[in-house]
Each structure stands twice: as C-alpha cells, then as structure tokens.
C-alpha cells in the first residue's frame, strides 16, 4: 500500500469517477497529498477495497489511499470551520455536470488556486470564465480509456498520458511524478490538445452502438469505414475554420482516414500501435449507457455536427451516430447493421 506524504500543495480530485480515481492514485504515486471528492458510492468502494487500485494493460497493479475522501462540501473543516480549500483542483466531472458545480469550485479554491477541467470535446468550458473569473482555469485532458472493474480496480486499457497545461502547479506535479516513475505531458497550447483529441473521441459512441470491445471493434473494416467518415467531417471543420489539432498517433490526423480505410490485412500491419491495447477495453461512453447514464454525445459527435453546420460543411456519419447515441439514452435499441445502412451513401458535403 503507498501512502501519500505532505507536501506544499493540497490537491483536490472532483467528482472522481472512474478517470478521476486513476489520476488520483497516480497523484498519490507521486507522494502528492489528494483529497477524492466523489459520491457516495465510489468512497464506499474505495474503502471497502482498501485503497484505489489502478492497473494497466501493461500488467502495473498500485493500490493507494487518498489524504481524505469528501462526499459533502456543506460540511466545514473542524479545524477552521470553512469549507476545504485547494490549491489545485481537477474536475473530473461529465460535461453536462459542470454547470451545477461552478459555486462548490468557488468555494473550495482561493485567489492563488489552479482549476484544471479535465473534459473531452467542444462546449463544456465555454461557461467556466463566466463563471470563475476569480480563479485561474486551464482544460487538461485523459487522452487513454479507465474503466471501473470489480473490487475497486480502476483499470487504463489503452495508451497515453496525462495532458496538462503549463502552469507553476502541473510543473510541479510533472517533476514529482517523474521522480516516481510517472509522466504526463505539459502544453502551452491546450486548444491544439483538445481538437486532435476530439478526432479519437469520435470513436467513443461507435464502440457504444457496435458494442465490442475497441480493439475487435478496429479489426472490422466496415466500422472503421464509418470511423473514417465521421473523422474526416471533423478534419474537413477544422481544415475550413483553421483550428490546430495535435497529433496522438504516429502519423498525422489527415492520414488517420485513410489508414482506417484500408483493408484488414494491410490496415493490421499499418496501425500495429493502434490494436496494441487491451483486448477488453471500451470506451468510457459505454460504460455510461450501462450504467443508463447520460453520455457526453453533445459535446463531441454533437459538437461535429453543430460547427459543422456553422461553417456550412456537411455531417451526415455523426448526425446519425448523435442520433442513434440519443436512442439509447432513451433505453432504446440500436443495431449497428441498421446504421451502416444508413450511411453506404453519405450525403456530399455543401
């Protein structure tokens, strides 16, 4: 078991779920003093388990315990009779949750605080300047899959690290964790971060409708097809509006279609890094509509379709998977042969 140890930094995971739990334990890795907040329910696995654990497909296996784990943030510090404050936050909350949070972050960060909104997709940040112009906010992101499994294991089923801006407190945290064997990156330019990662995430709700874990979903070509289509509405938005992506594969986002478009054969020699994951991973929106969650749909797919048809270019592969998303929101049922039906022939782009 590794404890954490006192440090000048008093960090703060929020709404710890599955990706805030994995981050949190690395943070502790790191000897850095976290608090979880979190529901009431993920405190209970974590104590009923002993600690966070967090594995990889890599076979790394850590169990940590967080400083302190908080369900409510009505009740003060008995030692100040003030709500907990931080030095530096992570939110980890969904998307759609944000907007209800921004008086808890308030309250529980000072003048000299950092927030770092750990999100995916286009939109949910827009409010948060708005919102906490007190407070120095940055977007950081989780550019890998966690899913929950059995006996409080957060489990980190593809490759990546965590994404950071440049700031005195993730500068910090970047040298103590590479002091412990860890790493993450640290960007000045988190907007190139988020559209480059934004063309990966649109495989998220694919893998939902397919229902197969990620790396059997890329063996079958007609899903990659679809995959293709739908990152190349996205390149297309970003060619014509000029935004930067950065690039997560080991060639350019332009070439990402094309590889996809290949057949099995050449596509499994091709994209050998792409397959090398584990073999159960899934992507964290399924894990959403198993639980009958809402998912993030409108921040990424739904983001695509909404600039797409702000700048005039036509998205015909995500309107239909936004929609078929929405469907099983809804408890309804969606076969992915139906939605390959639908799309053998995209509308051209206006």
Same mark, same amino acid.
């Given at each position: 078991?590794?404890?954490?140890?006192?440090?000048?930094?008093?960090?703060?995971?929020?709404?710890?779920?599955?990706?805030?739990?994995?981050?949190?334990?690395?943070?502790?890795?790191?000897?850095?003093?976290?608090?979880?907040?979190?529901?009431?329910?993920?405190?209970?696995?974590?104590?009923?388990?002993?600690?966070?654990?967090?594995?990889?497909?890599?076979?790394?296996?850590?169990?940590?315990?967080?400083?302190?784990?908080?369900?409510?943030?009505?009740?003060?510090?008995?030692?100040?009779?003030?709500?907990?404050?931080?030095?530096?936050?992570?939110?980890?909350?969904?998307?759609?949750?944000?907007?209800?949070?921004?008086?808890?972050?308030?309250?529980?960060?000072?003048?000299?605080?950092?927030?770092?909104?750990?999100?995916?997709?286009?939109?949910?940040?827009?409010?948060?300047?708005?919102?906490?112009?007190?407070?120095?906010?940055?977007?950081?992101?989780?550019?890998?899959?966690?899913?929950?499994?059995?006996?409080?294991?957060?489990?980190?089923?593809?490759?990546?690290?965590?994404?950071?801006?440049?700031?005195?407190?993730?500068?910090?945290?970047?040298?103590?964790?590479?002091?412990?064997?860890?790493?993450?990156?640290?960007?000045?330019?988190?907007? &190139?971060?988020?559209?480059?990662? $934004?063309? *990966?995430? +649109?495989? #998220?709700? @694919?893998?939902? /409708?397919?229902?197969?874990?990620?790396?059997?979903?890329?063996?079958?070509?007609?899903?990659?097809?679809?995959?293709?289509?739908?990152?190349?509405?996205?390149?297309?938005?970003?060619?014509?509006?000029?935004?930067?992506?950065?690039?997560?594969?080991?060639? &350019?986002?332009?070439?990402?279609? $094309?590889? *996809?478009? +290949?057949? #099995?054969? @050449?596509?499994? /020699?091709?994209?050998?890094?792409?397959?090398?994951?584990?073999?159960?991973?899934?992507?964290?929106?399924?894990?959403?509509?198993?639980?009958?969650?809402?998912?993030?749909?409108?921040?990424?797919?739904?983001?695509?379709?909404?600039?797409?048809?702000?700048?005039?270019?036509?998205?015909?592969?995500?309107?239909?998977?936004?929609?078929?998303?929405?469907?099983?929101?809804?408890?309804?049922?969606?076969?992915?042969?139906?939605?390959?039906?639908?799309?053998?022939?995209?509308?051209?782009?206006?």
């Amino acid at each position: 078991m590794i404890k954490p140890t006192n440090t000048a930094m008093n960090i703060a995971v929020y709404g710890a779920g599955s990706t805030g739990c994995y981050l949190a334990a690395e943070l502790i890795i790191a000897k850095q003093n976290v608090t979880v907040i979190c529901r009431e329910r993920i405190k209970q696995v974590i104590l009923d388990n002993g600690g966070i654990t967090i594995s990889d497909y890599h076979g790394s296996n850590h169990c940590v315990m967080p400083s302190n784990i908080i369900t409510d943030l009505t009740l003060l510090d008995p030692l100040t009779d003030q709500p907990p404050r931080f030095d530096l936050v992570f939110v980890t909350l969904k998307c759609h949750q944000l907007d209800s949070n921004y008086p808890d972050l308030l309250n529980i960060t000072h003048a000299n605080s950092s927030i770092i909104f750990m999100q995916n997709g286009l939109g949910s940040f827009d409010n948060a300047h708005l919102q906490l112009s007190q407070r120095q906010i940055y977007q950081g992101i989780t550019p890998f899959n966690v899913l929950q499994l059995s006996n409080g294991r957060f489990h980190k089923g593809t490759e990546g690290q965590f994404i950071w801006p440049s700031c005195k407190h993730t500068q910090q945290i970047s040298q103590d964790m590479t002091k412990h064997g860890l790493s993450c990156q640290l960007h000045d330019n988190m907007a &190139a971060v988020i559209n480059g990662k $934004l063309l *990966l995430n +649109l495989n #998220n709700a @694919l893998n939902v /409708i397919c229902d197969l874990p990620i790396q059997a979903q890329l063996k079958q070509r007609p899903l990659r097809l679809l995959l293709a289509q739908a990152m190349q509405e996205w390149l297309d938005i970003c060619h014509k509006t000029q935004r930067p992506l950065m690039q997560f594969t080991k060639v &350019a986002p332009r070439w990402l279609p $094309l590889i *996809l478009r +290949l057949p #099995n054969g @050449l596509f499994n /020699i091709a994209a050998k890094s792409m397959l090398a994951i584990d073999p159960h991973a899934r992507s964290s929106m399924w894990e959403d509509i198993q639980a009958k969650r809402l998912t993030e749909i409108d921040y990424l797919n739904g983001a695509v379709v909404k600039l797409g048809a702000q700048c005039h270019i036509a998205t015909p592969v995500n309107t239909i998977i936004y929609q078929a998303i929405k469907q099983l929101e809804q408890g309804e049922k969606i076969n992915i042969n139906d939605v390959i039906s639908l799309l053998t022939t995209p509308k051209k782009k206006t």
